[in-house]
């Protein structure tokens, strides 16, 4: 159980647990020297923040140990790597305990743990337990060669026990205690050079340290003492068991073959001769592998150009299903969703990061890569918006509504506009999956007003498939926007556009948005103009409209015979043929290229194909293939004849106004369907209007000139005879009679 750090303010440094804000947990079970390595929190953060906390007490104030405490406290603070434990906080406290003290040192670092157990948790094998350990003991003597190079500063104790492993599974050296300046040119020294050497084990130290030969040690290279200490943890890690002493270091058996060589070398009985460990990272051929050069590749991605970064990023799908997957995850996904962040990533890494991320749970997904890909969506780069858009079906189920709403749309919605065509479709496309997670507020007043651009879009399949989009999303439009919307987008439009397949999309959302067409609306203002269409001059078209009269007309017959028989309910009902809209429909085939070749995701549709419309999804089916009639509830007494036609939503557009318009045009509060005539009175279509008037005209049947004669001759007797006897003809019939 985790407790927080309290006590007096007493030590060296003169501060106080209270400003150590930290928990310290449970320790782990090995730690470097006397130290107790302790998971830790930070108290000072909301969330808890993860650290790692250090301890090591003394009873008295004179105890070299902590003396060595001390200046491994100094020096960590003091030395800063990348591959060098990360420094955050120290004190220092005296507790009294009876009539004794104790002096205890806290240091506070980043979250590690010991080297020794993550191998174990991690239980690697073979090749990637082989890549692995390179890519850590590269980490190890790129710190050692700092130290030794760099700083001219002298570790003396490295081992397996002074490396611990961050949670992205990096390799990083601490237990500084012993750390010395090397004092080689001070030829007048005779001492000892490193001050706390009696801290080492007898079993690492190299010959000339165990005989305390300080003249030869400061003869010898700067690395000679931590290239002995790294060939002890090259021998430490690959036989999965702790030094004894120092003659078990002949024995190689377990050492790879291609780190052999420099083994030896590190481990030369004569210090001049000991390996550098900056020429091991530059010679040695066991770094070279596929796990190493990718991350190296990574953490150096700013100083390559666009072309090494494409050809990276393009490989590194495949690459990274060979790599070890605890890594991949923890160490490459970090480091991929920072270049992506940040910009210094191509678009295609954007396809490595979310196959990366498919190997995460969903509550992992949604911490480690949604965080990022939403930052994505405000970049200017039209590549990365593409490419999110694209592969939206694989996130977009772990965005919330929220984020959606007020996040991700409106940097989305920019693509509607966009003059690229392919922009243009995917953004369109990307709908099917964001529509649901937006609220009717977005949807009303920005949503349909860019549809209803779309639908007069110059792309024949951008048009198509923004009809489809309309029947897909209708399920999450309120009621006045389906009434004011629907009927019209498919007829109006849809089933008048010159490009075939637009037709017969207009036709199949028609039937899968049945359900929300009253019977008087479907007699009225949908029959009329699906009928038409099964002239149509595409095939396609005109087997499509069939289906739909068949499905049409089967509810009106429904209606008549509910109403025949007294089950009546009111001409408003909506019945559907297909319940709740069950079925998607798919997308048309695009007619949109790159660079002359038709895009992947969608396969071309020419313009004048007679060919039926295609679905890029297997389980996106048509409705017009199964059409299926549900029971109808009639609610009205009265004849379909006596029914009056229902009002339509007062509308200046054939759309109606929705609120909280695009700002696109200014001082405009329409739908952006303005080209699209009122139907408080719905126009009949030209067809429509010579069937009625052929129904005003009578009936008769055409006569030969010669035959009218004898008809009106007979006439002519017919009426004489009728006023024989009776007097005098009346001067009204005379008259009748001479036109005769």
Known sequence: MLRFLKGVVGGASGTGLKDLPYNIGDPYPSAWGSW?????????????????????????????????????????????????????????????????????????????????????????????RDEYYAWGLNQIAKAVSFLNNDCKLVHGNVCLASVVVTPTLDWKLHAFDVLSEFDGNNGNATGPMLQFEWLIGSQYKPIELAKSDWVAIRKSPPWAIDSWGLGCLIYELFTGTKLGKTEELRNTASIPKSLLQDYQRLLSSMPSRRMNTAKLLENSEYFQNKLVDTIHFMEILTLKDSVEKDTFFRKLPNLAEQLPRQIVLKKLLPLLASALEFGSAAAPALTALLKMGSWLSAEEFSVKVLPTIVKLFSSNDRAIRVSLLQHIDQFGDSLSAQVVDEQVYSHVATGFSDTSALLRELTLKSMLVLAPKLSQRTISGSLLKYLSKLQVDEEPAIRTNTTILLGNIAIYLNEGTRKRVLINAFTVRALRDTFPPAR??????????????????????????????????????????????????????????????????????????????????????????????????????????????????????????????????????????????????????????IENGIQEEQGSDKDGWDDIESFEEPKPSPALVNIQAAQKRPVSQPVSQHKAQENQEIKRDGIEALFQGRGAIPREIEGILSWL
Not at 61 to 78: C, E, I, S, Y
Request: aromatic share 4%.
């Open 36 to 128: 107790t390595h302790h998971r830790g929190t930070s108290a000072k953060d909301d969330d808890g923040s993860p650290v790692s906390i250090f301890s090591f007490s003394a009873s008295n104030a004179q105890d070299a140990h902590l003396a060595a405490a001390r200046n491994g406290v100094k020096r960590l603070r003091t030395v800063r790597h990348p591959n060098i434990l990360s420094f955050l906080h120290s004190t220092e406290v005296e507790s009294v305990e009876g009539s004794s003290s104790r002096i205890t040192i806290y240091i506070v670092t980043e979250p590690v743990m010991p080297l020794s157990e993550k191998i174990k948790e991690l239980g690697l094998e073979g090749t990637q």
């Open 504 to 657: 017969g999309a207009g036709v199949m959302a028609l039937c899968a948005t049945s359900s929300y067409y009253d019977v008087t609306e479907i007699a009225t203002r949908i029959l009329p103009n699906v009928v038409v269409l099964t002239i149509d001059p595409d095939s396609d078209v005109r087997s499509k409209s069939f289906q739909a009269v068949e499905q049409f007309m089967q509810i009106v017959k429904q209606y008549h015979e509910k109403t025949n028989v007294g089950d009546t309910t009111a001409a408003s009902t909506r019945i559907s043929s297909i319940p709740e809209n069950a079925s998607l429909l798919g997308w048309a085939m695009s007619s949109l290229t790159i660079k002359g070749k038709p895009l992947e995701q969608a396969p071309l549709a020419p313009a004048n194909s007679g060919s039926p419309l295609s679905s890029t999804t297997s389980n996106a089916s048509s409705v017009m293939d199964s059409p299926s009639i549900a029971a109808v509830q009639i609610n009205s007494s009265t004849e379909l004849a006596d029914q009056p036609v229902p009002e339509s939503p007062p509308s200046t557009d054939g759309w109606g106004e």
